[in-house]
């Protein structure tokens, strides 16, 4: 074993509450060698993140590494002085988090920041570290990579952010790379170009990474060997493909069957019924570009449609105007076959009750300063108008409806939950309002995949018992298949393809759609592989541009 990169024996890490220490890690183990790629894996709060910060000597504020130790290239970085940890870090030792964009400074350049590293480290000069930049920006597939790095971190995509923040991360041919859920909030097209582009510069350099994420399908493109982790404890680790074809443990197992819920087919639309929402030839512009190119669509009583396309395609865009954020340049919204007025401004109170949204982060979409009762209670009292105790019985209630015990959750500020009873609490506020019709963005993309199916059931539950119609926004195509009864696709503001699920996943599709559904990975070592063989490797560099 002495050819060990990373050693971790007998890690246990505490977290403090209320003066008192209590166990988070209880005891990992890990062995990582040169060039060597591990894939971590488990639901929100398993410890994936707080091992692969610990795997750098590193630990969150209030958290404490309190046994075991962690030997990189045989200096123990739990023992090992600060000034002994900031020769390391950055220079042998990289990180990519999982949001480029709150990672990034706004106010500087990328490539300012990608050179900071190597120039601080003595690696090399800003000139030569700047060269080596764009040259990095080239082997990740980046559009024009002697100019994006010149632009802010605001004018590139999230796709195109996520790899310059791992060049930034290769900047001084690290040994170690931590990747934590680097492409979770990115659709699938983005996805393929940054696992490939990951992928190609590790096994360019020899470098060793542990890559944390709950998707299963793509830590299997991305990993020699899986470890699994539940509630700080080793559940098991085996080679990637023994563990995908042959787990062991009964946890493993439940991951590797989780989105096995599927919503049965709906009865045909009556041809004479009203939409609830009708979205009817909308053109819609931020300043002066149009964004939204005549788009229309309905959503009928109790059903669910489900609006999918890459970053851009307008899906958010189209939400905004539905709830009059944005109001339309060209064209109008119709509620239950009524012309709705564009503005929210001008929209009365019953009109703004009816349409209500649940959003993409639960953790910026709650006031860290509110109780949950408050929370929940100032739609309560604003739309229903009530108070004392008949607001607080209807705040209990809704908790009820959501599934969590009213008693135990009603004072408790949003840092007291996990991230999927923090998205149960934006359910419960939309709810509030007592609304026809309910705009879910993105409301699984951050949130493990136990996690997340449970949130689906519950929506699904709440439709069929309120007769809720939702309007559900994703880049996963897996949640469709769960819980669409109609799909939407849209490509650069425009809808190119719309119908009922059984007739969109069935062949022949329109070419952005096949696109789509081609990328969705799968639980195949070899998927990426023979994709990109499929497709060239230049066309996934292609795709970047065309994104432009």
């Known amino acids: 074993m002495s050819d060990l990169l990373l050693k971790i024996r007998g890690l246990k890490i505490e977290g403090r509450s209320d003066e008192t220490w209590n166990p988070i890690i209880n005891g990992i183990d890990v062995d990582l060698k040169k ?6 894996i488990g639901e929100s709060g398993a410890g994936k993140s707080t091992v692969g910060l610990a795997a750098m000597g590193y630990t969150r504020d209030g958290v404490r590494i309190s046994e075991g130790s962690v030997e990189f290239d045989g200096v123990d970085l739990v023992k090992a002085s600060a000034a002994v940890k900031r020769a390391l870090l950055g220079k042998r030792i990289a990180y990519v988090a999982q949001s480029a964009a709150a990672s990034f400074n706004p106010a500087h350049k990328l490539i300012d920041q990608h050179t900071e590293g190597p120039v601080q480290h003595g690696v090399s000069s800003r000139g030569e570290s700047e060269l080596d930049g764009i040259e990095l920006y080239r082997r990740l597939r980046l559009p024009n990579p002697e100019e994006i790095g010149f632009r802010y971190p605001h004018q590139v995509s999230g796709g195109q952010l996520q790899r310059a923040m791992t060049a930034m991360a290769m900047a001084c041919r690290p040994d170690l790379i931590i990747f934590d859920e680097p492409t979770t909030a990115l659709d699938v ?12 510069i ?3 350099f020899d470098t060793a990474a542990i890559y944390i994420t709950h998707d299963l399908a793509v830590v299997a493109q991305m990993a020699d060997k899986i470890k699994v982790l539940l509630k700080g404890d080793e559940v098991e680790e085996a080679d990637t493909r023994t563990m995908l074809t042959a787990p062991t443990e009964d946890y493993t197992k439940s991951l590797w069957a989780v989105r096995s819920f599927e919503r049965p087919a709906k009865p045909a639309i009556n041809v004479n019924a009203t939409p609830v929402v009708s979205v009817r030839n909308v053109t819609a512009a931020y300043g002066t570009v149009d964004v939204l190119h005549d788009v229309s669509f309905d959503i009928h009583a109790g059903r669910t449609v489900a609006v999918v396309g890459e970053s851009g395609s307008g899906k958010s865009t189209a939400a905004r105007c539905i709830t009059g954020l944005l109001p339309p340049r060209i064209g109008h919204i119709e509620f239950d076959g ?7 401004k001008q929209r009365d109170k019953s009109q703004l009750r009816q349409a209500q949204m649940i959003y993409q982060m639960a953790d910026t979409a709650l006031n860290p300063r509110k109780s949950i009762g408050e929370t929940i209670g100032r739609p309560v009292e604003f739309y229903m108008g009530l108070k004392g105790r008949e607001k607080r019985k209807r705040v209990e209630e809704l908790l009820a409806e959501i599934e969590l015990e009213p008693t135990e959750y009603f004072n408790r500020l ?4 996990s991230g999927g009873q923090k998205q149960r609490i934006g359910i419960a506020r939309a709810l509030a309002a007592e609304p026809q019709f309910i705009i879910c963005d993105e409301v699984t993309s951050a949130l493990d995949q136990l996690v ?3 949130i689906l059931r519950l929506l699904a539950k709440l439709q069929d018992e309120l007769g809720l119609s939702y309007m559900f926004i994703t880049h996963d195509l897996a949640t469709v298949r769960s819980i669409a009864d109609e799909v939407v696709v849209m490509k650069d503001g425009e809808v190119v393809e719309q119908g009922p699920k059984k007739e969109m996943f069935k062949p022949p599709h329109h070419a952005y759609t096949d696109l789509l559904l081609s990328s969705v990975p799968e639980m195949d070592p070899d998927w990426l592989t023979n994709l990109l063989q499929e497709r060239g490797v230049d066309n996934i560099g292609d795709a970047a541009v065309d994104k432009m």
């Open 202 to 204: 590790v096994e360019q």
């Open 452 to 454: 997340a199916e449970g």
């Open 35 to 40: 060039g060597e790629v591990l894939g971590m």
């Open 338 to 344: 009524q012309q709705l007025p564009l503005s929210y």
């Open 189 to 200: 097209t983005t996805q393929i170009e940054v696992l490939a582009s990951i992928r190609d």
């Open 414 to 417: 949003p840092s007291e939950l």
